[in-house]
């Protein structure tokens, strides 16, 4: 079967599987490897992973380097370096192998596109303003980027949600009504989401296209919510308040319908990413928000704390998981024995 009917097939099923509301199954097992940390460093945190098992992501590192990292299962962490100062992270990468995020320069901190060794500035709305990139989408067809998503402060140093095409001119998607909107996903047809500031005061989920520029996709209920990832069929994962405005829940959005997620017990999640087998990647406190555990969700399982799916003597306490790939590997960071380290979860065979 060709993957790109594969995959059709896939989210075929599990989309029927979410609208029948199926009965639970056992949850997919995972392996844990621990990603480490660059030279010297005591903290990293995985934020990207593509199907090719490349992982992206920030570390400290010594001399006391925060820096952007990517990761692969034969050479171990790399550092991407910066685009001239002390910082930088990677928050995206797509299976060309291009990253995304931001790293500081002399003056300012600025988005950037690293490829094949190399870290390209990829500017601002503004003059010397700060930008940032989050997502970066990929065509199969040209073995390429399309668009880069992200924000950029404006000339009013108001932050708003853009876009960077293939040539990279960025464009502004302006807001909701309010002053601020933030771009955190897109996908392989050129949607964004994100979260904007509304002319009611509140902050509400978006999704963005070229022909019908930027909806509103309402809430759960409350008046704070954002959209944070969404995969090549539209199906689009975010974390909204409930009216009263004493819990957040993650969410699903399909169809023109969002469904609440659900929790761990806690008072506050969020769903970060979803990969186009329907699967819902995220964090959400456990009962008392005593702690935070990452969590995987399906249509056919609901919501599962991924510390449930993984060896019970593997040390490891999972806090949350930032990406997912289609084939199911899941990135993200956690505590392995009581280190604040970035992991990879493949599934077990």
């Known amino acids: 079967m060709k993957r790109s009917n594969h995959r059709q097939a896939m989210i075929e099923l599990c989309l029927t599987a979410f609208l029948v509301f199926g009965s639970p199954a056992s949850a997919q097992r995972y392996k844990v490897i621990d990603l480490g940390t660059l030279p010297g460093g005591a903290i990293s945190n995985a934020l990207g992973v593509n199907d090719h098992a490349q992982v992206v992501g920030v570390s400290n590192g010594s001399p006391a380097i925060t820096h952007a990292f990517s990761w692969t299962i034969p050479k171990g962490m790399k550092d991407l370096g910066t685009l001239g100062g002390n910082v930088s992270w990677a928050e995206a990468i797509n299976d060309a192998a291009q990253v995304v995020g931001q790293a500081q320069t002399n003056s300012t901190a600025d988005a950037f596109l690293w490829e094949k060794g190399i870290m390209q500035d990829l500017g601002s709305l503004s003059a010397g303003a700060t930008s940032q990139a989050n997502a970066i989408n990929y065509n199969a067809l040209s073995k390429t980027f399309t668009q880069i998503a992200g924000w950029s402060l404006t000339s009013e140093n108001s932050r708003h949600a853009v876009i960077w095409d293939s040539s990279l001119n ?8 309010g002053t601020e909107s933030y771009a955190f996903g897109n996908n392989c047809r050129g949607q964004v989401v994100g979260v904007s500031g509304t002319s009611a005061g509140g902050y509400d989920p978006f999704v963005w296209d070229a022909v019908h520029g930027m909806q509103d996709l309402g809430t759960l209920g409350g008046t704070m919510a954002g959209a944070d990832g969404i995969n090549c069929f539209g199906i ?43 699967q819902v990647v995220g964090t959400a406190n456990v009962a008392g928000d005593t702690d935070k555990h990452a969590f995987l969700w399906t249509p056919n399982t609901g919501l599962v704390d991924l510390n ?37 979860l493949v599934p077990a065979q």
């Open 308 to 344: 449930k799916l993984i060896p019970g003597n593997s040390g490891w306490d999972l806090q949350g998981a930032n990406s997912i790939s289609y084939n199911g590997r899941i990135v993200g960071a956690g505590l392995h024995n009581g280190q604040g380290h970035a992991f990879l």
């Open 236 to 278: 689009i994962v975010g974390e909204s308040s409930l009216p009263g405005e004493t819990q957040t829940d993650p969410f699903v959005f399909i169809n023109g319908f969002m469904q609440d997620l659900g929790g761990l017990g806690g008072s506050y999640g969020e769903a970060k990413a979803v990969n186009d087998a329907a």
């Open 170 to 177: 960025i464009v502004d998607l302006g807001t909701l009504g």
